[in-house]
């Protein structure tokens, strides 16, 4: 069974930067390098809401207007690891992040597997 851990959360102040990083495991030889993966956040009662995607040969990338030239998501199929560097953290930005994986090139609005999810938290 394929398993998410996040893990790089934490309670920032505006402006900081976090790198979140997620861990696949459950997968068999190389198939990491060919799943899409994502970033999804659900912010304090709100929806969980879409981030950030990568599909499975790293050459597509795709993110939601409110974080465009602020966070980048990245992989190393190496490492069967997933990655969002997140700069110029603003208070808005608050929720739990969770990575997804789905078992295809790209990314569907509604992954396969989850991880647990992490949180991060942006100061005034």
């Known amino acids: 069974q394929v398993q998410l851990v996040e893990s790089g959360g934490g309670l920032v102040q505006t402006g900081d930067s976090l790198r979140l990083s997620c861990v696949a495991s459950?997968?068999?030889?190389?198939?990491?390098?060919?799943?899409?993966m994502g970033w999804f956040r659900q912010p304090p009662g709100q929806e969980r809401e879409f981030v950030a995607a990568?599909?499975?040969?790293?050459?597509?990338?795709n993110s939601v207007d409110s974080v465009q030239g602020r966070f980048t998501i990245s992989r190393d199929n190496a490492k069967n690891t997933l990655y969002l560097q997140m700069n110029s953290l603003k208070p808005e930005d608050t929720a739990v992040y969770y990575c997804?994986?789905?078992?295809?090139?790209?990314?569907?609005?509604?992954?396969?597997?989850w991880g647990q999810g992490t949180q991060v938290t942006v100061s005034s």
């Open positions: 997804a994986l789905d078992r295809s090139p790209g990314l569907s609005g509604r992954p396969e597997f």
């Open positions: 459950g997968l068999t030889g190389r198939t990491f390098s060919l799943y899409a």
């Open positions: 990568i599909n499975s040969s790293r050459r597509s990338t």
